[in-house]
């Protein structure tokens, strides 16, 4: 199988280290296009949709395959092998930290830093663990999504993006959300919302930055510093941007956190 025909993979930029750029749910990979040509001088640049996202091959998505984020981050390693890839910056959106974690710990020689962009270990709370949502709220997330998807991304996209000045945002968040085939959406939905990667934290051994954004209704603050707690070797980032869409709503102020981030490594 051609890899980087399944996962419509683009190369870019004139640097020799890779940076690998993963997407959330409902998203794609040209959502990062105000992010990456900060770094295209200095990084070979990996953009990707996940199977069933984008401009993915359809026809290659497997519902055993991905009915957990294992498949995805198989996704990931998958590109890596056939790009022969070595010592990578992963940068991960919302499900996708999760996703390149359980990369990293299967491959760890693909990777060389982790930077997670409102990760949550997971979405719901349980006991003394704040995710952010009662179970109840994700069941009836996903029974909307059955009854009524276009309303349901009409009602969730503005929410998640939370710059109600700039209202393109969430159209195109919601346009993308309802161009996705809606059975595979469902799922993913699904595998993202009742995941628990708690127990994978302290199983990464690669240094990471944690960007937590400011009033994100999918990852809340206690997430970001849970992850932090948990990680070994990583660093916690508030930013001012609000919302759960920081490489759109507020790319500058990703990119520097990100540079800034990779200087001090050096």
């Known amino acids: 199988m051609n890899i980087s025909k399944r ?20 998203c794609a990979q040209h959502m990062w296009r105000d992010v990456w040509p900060a770094f295209e001088n200095d990084y070979q640049i990996i953009l ?9 091959d359809l026809s290659a998505y497997n519902h055993e395959r991905y009915a957990n984020l294992n ?15 070595k010592n990578s910056i992963f940068v991960g959106h919302s499900v996708s930290s999760m ?14 830093n982790l930077i ?5 270990a997971k979405y719901i709370n349980d006991e003394e663990y704040v995710g952010g949502f009662d179970r109840k709220d994700v069941e009836e997330l996903l029974v909307t999504m059955d009854k009524n998807y276009e309303g349901w991304a009409n009602f969730l996209a503005p929410a998640m993006m939370n710059n109600a000045e700039r209202p393109e945002l969430a159209g195109e968040l919601t346009e993308s959300f309802c161009s996705t085939d809606h059975t595979i959406a469902r799922q993913f939905a699904k595998v993202t919302f ?6 994978d934290l302290n199983k990464v051994k690669h240094p990471t930055l944690i960007m937590q954004c400011s009033q994100d209704i999918i990852a809340p603050v206690q997430v970001g510093q849970y992850l932090s707690e948990n990680i070994n070797g990583s660093s916690l980032k508030i930013m001012k941007a609000t919302g759960h869409c920081p ?10 956190i990100m540079k800034e981030y990779l200087q001090s490594l050096n």
């Open 99 to 112: 996703i390149g974690i359980l990369a990293s710990i299967k491959e760890p020689d693909f990777f060389r």
């Open 194 to 199: 009742f995941s628990d990667n708690r127990k």
């Open 247 to 256: 490489h759109m709503s507020a790319p500058a102020e990703t990119i520097e």
């Open 7 to 26: 996962n419509n993979v683009t190369l870019l930029g004139k640097g020799t280290t890779p940076m690998i750029f993963a997407h959330g749910f409902g």
């Open 116 to 120: 997670l962009i409102g990760p949550s």
């Open 71 to 85: 498949g995805y981050a198989e996704d990931i390693l998958d590109i890596c092998k056939e790009l022969n890839l």
């Open 48 to 56: 990707f949709d996940y199977v069933g996202s984008g401009n993915s």
